[in-house]
């Protein structure tokens, strides 16, 4: 079952969810939005890709979920990332609103080798070839372990379909109302 919501600015009227969840491609602006709803709406942020980079030291994946368990135990959030065959169990059973970036592959490739010359970027130059690839391969494969993984933890969570840069903008003017 796939509950498509095809105008997100009226779903968001007469409608607070107080757990979201966040999806995307690398590079389609999951964190930039994670951050702009958080500020306009006091949910507080998990970014999923902040809390892995800490861990990356330790790849202790059992922690990594306790950590997942104990952020998404709270009554608000917004979550971002991806991470669904270690996240989708304990964060979609609780969201109440799904965020689905879908943005034109090329602008994600662009976005994404942008970001690496930015200072003080998490993201590094080393890591690029494989994120390019990651982006190429998105749509058949990832897309597929996510969707899988979204139908089988939050089939009726509703999701927003976010597919261009002026329906992000239109979704973010739509929560100062």
């Not at 330790?58 to 135990?73: I, M, P």
């Not at 970027?121 to 391969?137: S, T």
């Not at 002026?166 to 979704?171: A, D, H, S, W, Y």
Request: proline share 6%.
């Amino acid at each position: 079952m796939r509950a498509e919501i095809e105008n997100p600015p009226n779903l968001v009227h007469g409608m607070s969810p107080r757990r979201i969840v966040v999806l995307g491609c690398s590079g389609s602006g999951k964190t930039s939005l994670t951050r702009q709803i958080g500020e306009k709406t006091g949910l507080p942020v998990i970014c999923l890709d902040e809390m892995s980079r800490r861990l990356s030291s330790k790849g202790d994946r059992s922690f990594f979920r306790s950590l997942l368990d104990e952020a998404h135990a709270k009554d608000a959030w917004i979550s971002d990332g991806n991470f669904a065959q270690v996240s989708f169990d304990i964060r979609l059973p609780r969201a109440e609103l799904i965020i689905w970036l879908e943005l034109p592959r090329i602008l994600c490739a662009w976005r994404v080798c942008r970001r690496v010359f930015r200072q003080g970027e998490p993201h590094k130059l080393r890591d690029l070839p494989a994120v390019l690839a990651f982006i190429g391969r998105f749509n058949r494969v990832s897309r597929t372990v996510i969707e899988v993984a979204r139908s089988t933890h939050g089939p009726k969570v509703p999701v927003i379909y976010l597919k261009s840069v002026p329906e992000i903008t239109g979704f973010l003017r739509s929560l100062d109302t």
